[in-house]
């Protein structure tokens, strides 16, 4: 059957039957892209060969695909009623896999946080952390736990702690366990180079278990306790035994007292007729600076010092003196000084012109009645004596019952054998005391 045969003969609901040989048989056609063919016989001669006019060769058509049969109710695409085909169960083997697997990371990575946040803490808190951060601030001079005490009875604690920090100025500060040391309470002992500046106690105040193996513990100073050396400055002050010394503010007392029974040279003649004061003697040792000394006398009045060396010295205060006690003070000194030049009343007949002005037993109407027997008489003649650059000075009052004063004054004397003029000069301190009512001389020493 040729292309142009009537094409109603053909039946396309008729699947074409195929010879396994692969040979196409007649009456049977095969559908290209253009339509339906017949082939006629063809064979070969057993050699490959066909025979020419009789037959031709044409390649064998790529078969059309076949729709497949479906056996659950359609064949080509139609539907028969039967039950709806099973749906293929997916395998759950992979997911479980991902999710375990992915749990496994997670919990593995959540375990190495943990430990590396335990182990990070357990370091923070060592107590050689502590430490290093006191170090640091005892390099900086901010560290405010250093317990200096109250200082010494003469220097604050201000002054020891900052000459502590100057100290450790440039200095680094390095740190070690000390003997004692437990795990509850460690001791470390600071050091500035090779010298020892003082000892941390440390107490832990709680306490976190970690991974079932470490502690973390926090920790607070109990103590630090600074090692410094004390001042190797020392002063002695002497005062009379009625005198308060004060050393920076501090009033000295027993404890500072060396030898409160010194006796004053220069009283030592008034002793006999009244109680005088001793001299005190203070010791103040181991002061980082020059103090300050201030003295004052039983009265509270504020008296001046001498410093000699690394003593001071204070002597009795001076003050106004009374005018009328001052002009008795002038005319005994101008009367002593008439009674040798012939000048006092009565002189030539008894000493008891001088018996007024002095102590009931003084020792100078001795010489007084030496001078007057045998001396006097010799004195040089002259006109009567005029006194000039009159001055007394230095009124000390050293107790209610004893004072002494320093008298100055030009006596001018005209001699009338020779014509010629003489000055003497009286530069004494007298020392008066009270005796019945009266102010008397008990002793008198000259200014030199």
Not at 45 to 55: C, M, P, Q, T, V
Not at 253 to 277: G, K, M, T, W
Not at 337 to 361: H, K
Request: proline share 4%.
């Amino acid at each position: 059957m040729r292309k142009d045969d009537d094409m109603d003969m053909i039946d396309f609901d008729k699947e074409p039957t195929y010879a396994e040989s692969g040979e196409y048989y007649e009456g049977e056609y095969y559908e290209d892209g253009d339509g339906y063919y017949e082939d006629d016989y063809y064979n070969d001669n057993g050699n490959g060969e066909y025979y020419e006019e009789d037959y031709y060769e044409e390649k064998r058509p790529a078969r059309k695909p076949r729709k497949k049969k479906n056996n659950y109710g359609s064949y080509n695409g139609r539907d028969y009623g039967y039950l709806d085909p099973p749906k293929k169960k997916k395998s759950v083997f992979w997911p479980l896999y991902i999710i375990f697997i992915s749990l496994m990371i997670c919990g593995w990575l959540a375990v190495i946080l943990y430990c590396k946040k335990c182990l990070v803490k357990y370091e923070a808190s060592q107590p050689e952390n502590v430490i290093a951060d006191i170090a640091k601030e005892l390099s900086s001079g901010e560290l405010d736990n250093f317990d200096f005490g109250s200082g010494s009875r003469f220097e604050s604690a201000s002054i020891l702690k900052d000459t502590y920090f100057k100290s450790l100025d440039g200095k680094e500060i390095t740190f070690e366990k000390a003997a004692g040391s437990t795990g509850t309470r460690p001791i470390f002992n600071l050091y500035a180079g090779d010298k020892s500046i003082g000892t941390v106690t440390l107490k832990a105040t709680s306490q976190e278990p970690m991974m079932l193996l470490l502690t973390a513990q926090t920790w607070a100073i109990e103590s630090v306790a600074p090692n410094f050396e004390t001042g190797d400055t020392g002063v002695t002050i002497k005062v009379p035994s009625d005198y308060k010394v004060f050393v920076n503010g501090i009033e000295l007392s027993d404890s500072e007292l060396v030898d409160a029974s010194a006796q004053i040279e220069d009283f030592e003649n008034v002793a006999i007729y009244v109680d005088v004061p001793t001299m005190a003697e203070y010791r103040v040792d181991g002061l980082m600076f020059a103090p300050e000394v201030k003295i004052t006398d039983a009265e509270g009045n504020e008296v001046e010092s001498t410093l000699d060396g690394s003593t001071y010295t204070a002597d009795f205060a001076s003050t106004d003196m009374p005018a009328d006690l001052q002009a008795l003070v002038l005319k005994y000194a101008e009367d002593y000084t008439n009674f040798f030049s012939g000048d006092l009343p009565g002189c030539f007949t008894s000493i008891n012109c001088l018996r007024p002005m002095f102590t009931s037993n003084s020792y100078f109407f001795a010489p007084a009645e030496i001078y007057r027997c045998e001396d006097m008489g010799f004195y040089s003649a002259h006109t009567e004596p005029v006194f000039a650059n009159e001055s007394v000075t230095n009124y000390t009052p050293v107790t209610d019952s004893f004072f002494y004063v320093d008298v100055y004054f030009e006596k001018n004397l005209h001699l009338t054998r020779t014509g010629e003029d003489r000055v003497d000069v009286t530069n004494q301190r007298y020392y008066y005391v009270l005796e019945n009512g009266n102010w008397v001389i008990a002793d008198m020493k000259q200014n030199l």
